[in-house]
């Protein structure tokens, strides 16, 4: 048995076990994922799709002034709360991570499990918080004070919405990196001298700066899309770019436009993780060319 | 040194207050709705006036016995292939390692970098111009097959880097069959990994919204029956159906860490 066939047949089995999965992902998402960017060239008529190879929709989303308002705000509110999400997230995966001791897996399942109630179960419970009759609300009338109007049916409602469903993701990714971390690294940049805030910065930030990325992926990501938040706790100026996508999908029919709109949605959003990685220093990130476990 | 040990201990503090506030932001609106879903008085419920109404009016909503039904079946035919998938593939590259580890961990996580509304819509055109079929079942367990591979494949690898293959080789020696190891030796080990990334999947996929939303037209899901009811305005049945999942969710995650607490599963074993 020779090291070059013995690593083949390592690569077979290998192979063998995760290519169904590898493909049943390939052909029901990258497939349908790549059938919408050739959509989004083409044009709908009466709900049909008509292959008329042309740029109209992106034109059309491009020099329409209410969608790239919509693009905006959604950019911006993304941004807001994927920061949001980072500030708070931070501290809090940190003492999981460090002093949790053997409740370590108890306190972070504790984060993560509301996330299972679904996100429309999730938002009505922050309606019944948040909204005019609201418990917020509702207390501060009962004992005399005015309601807050800028917590009910506004873009503050619906970040605090999003903040709720998705902070979760992002003390997990943070926490996960920081199970990987070791600790002692502090004492030894403590020991030499740096104060415990240069310590963070210059060394327990950059070596956790890859999982915190993956964090902020996962929080921009389902944020920019987001329908159903901005739809019951946006009020009526609340619509975000999600709920205008979404539309083309409802009772106008406009698919291709819908499709050209998704297209663009998703563009962004690599371009957004691009970026984020970008400022990931390899010499720094603790990266060692080599996956954990091996 | 006193100072730096003060201001550390000041530090941890405030750590503990932001955890606990993230606990009560998190869990103080599911709390508030179950307490809500057994009041008759739910726009100020104090004092209470108890009623089980809600949960009559939740059994009595238009389509809710179809909506359970379609749920519990996107749930269940979600979650089994998903779970074979991930498992198959962790066992795979964690075993076997091979240089297509990495680009094959990457390609499975994908799916968690692809939003629930964009999986929604593409796979609505694909099924409806591409594959000839929108509107069924099927199309919504696909479409939630390819999202939740992603959670179970998470879920799964994150218990399996704990295995010890030596195991699987030490029975080999003794003349076990790839099979018998994998009956004998390694599910034995692994199943409350295999149990967790199927009740996630699951869970996932029984409430789905956005992807099932797209893909069944007038097929009735539980979600998709709460969307419509809220549009119409706050539904109280909804607290109660909140409550009611709600429950399942910690019944299964309790039953689920009890079972690794006491030891009750032999989990990760080293066999050192």
Wanted: proline share 4%.
């Amino acid at each position: 048995m020779t090291g070059k066939q013995f690593l083949h047949s390592k690569d077979l089995k290998a192979l063998a076990l995760s290519l169904p999965g590898a493909l049943f992902i390939i052909v029901f998402l990258f497939l349908p994922l790549a059938t919408i960017v050739i959509y989004s060239f083409w044009r709908t008529e009466s709900y049909t799709m008509i292959a008329d190879w042309n740029l109209n929709n992106y034109l059309t989303i491009l020099t329409t002034k209410t969608y790239l308002t919509f693009l905006f705000r959604s950019l911006t509110m993304s941004l807001a709360v994927s920061f949001i999400c980072l500030v708070y997230s931070w501290p809090v995966a940190y003492y999981i991570a460090k002093y949790g001791g053997r409740y370590r897996l108890i306190l972070t399942m504790l984060t993560a499990a509301p996330f299972f109630t679904g996100i429309l179960l999730r938002v009505t419970a922050m309606q019944q918080i948040l909204g005019p009759i609201g418990v917020v609300n509702m207390f501060l009338s009962n004992i005399g004070l005015k309601p807050l109007h800028f917590l009910m049916y506004s873009h503050y409602a619906t970040a605090v919405g999003l903040v709720y469903l998705w902070i979760p993701f992002m003390v997990l990714a943070i926490y996960l990196s920081l199970l990987t971390f070791d600790f002692k690294l502090l004492d030894a940049a403590m020991i030499n001298g740096a104060s415990p805030l240069r310590a963070f910065w210059e060394v327990t930030l950059p070596l956790n700066w890859i999982g915190t990325c993956i964090g902020l992926a996962l929080v921009f990501i389902p944020t920019f899309a987001a329908t159903i938040t901005p739809k019951f706790l946006g009020g009526v100026n609340g619509a975000l770019y999600g709920n205008i996508l979404a539309h083309q999908f409802g009772s106008t029919g406009t698919w291709a436009l819908g499709a050209a709109m998704g297209v663009l949605m998703f563009t962004i959003s690599l371009l957004f993780v691009f970026i984020v990685f970008k400022t990931v220093n390899l010499n720094r990130s603790g990266y060692t060319g080599k996956i954990a476990g091996e | 040194m006193a100072s730096i040990n003060h201001q550390a201990s000041a530090l941890k503090t405030g750590q503990v207050i932001l955890l606990v506030l993230l606990y009560i932001f998190l869990y103080f609106p599911l709390l508030f709705i179950t307490y809500d879903s057994f009041v008759h008085n739910i726009i100020w419920p104090f004092p209470p006036k108890w009623t089980l109404e809600w949960y009559q009016k939740l059994l009595g909503m238009s389509d809710f016995h179809a909506g359970l039904k379609n749920s519990f079946y996107i749930g269940l035919f979600t979650a089994i292939p998903a779970t074979l998938f991930s498992t198959a593939a962790v066992i795979g590259l964690l075993k076997y390692r091979t240089r297509w580890r990495g680009g094959m961990i990457l390609l499975y996580i994908s799916p968690l970098f692809v939003p629930g509304l964009l999986i929604g819509i593409s796979t609505l055109m694909f099924n409806a111009n591409v594959m000839g079929m929108s509107g069924k079942l099927i199309s919504a367990i696909i479409a939630n097959t390819t999202e939740d591979i992603a959670f179970s494949f998470l879920v799964i690898l994150a218990q399996l880097v704990r295995y010890d293959w030596r195991m699987d080789d030490a029975a080999m020696v003794f003349g076990a069959t790839p099979a018998q190891v994998f009956w004998e030796v390694t599910l034995p080990t692994i199943w409350p990994a295999i149990l967790g990334s199927f009740l996630v999947s699951f869970i996932l996929a029984f409430n789905n919204l956005e992807i099932s939303y797209y893909n069944l037209g007038a097929i009735p899901t539980l979600p998709t029956i709460a969307w419509g009811s809220l549009r119409h305005g706050i539904k109280p049945e909804l607290f109660a159906l909140a409550t009611v999942i709600n429950m399942l969710v910690f019944t299964a995650i309790a039953s689920l860490f009890f079972l690794i607490q006491t030891g009750m599963v032999r989990f990760g074993y080293r066999g050192e």
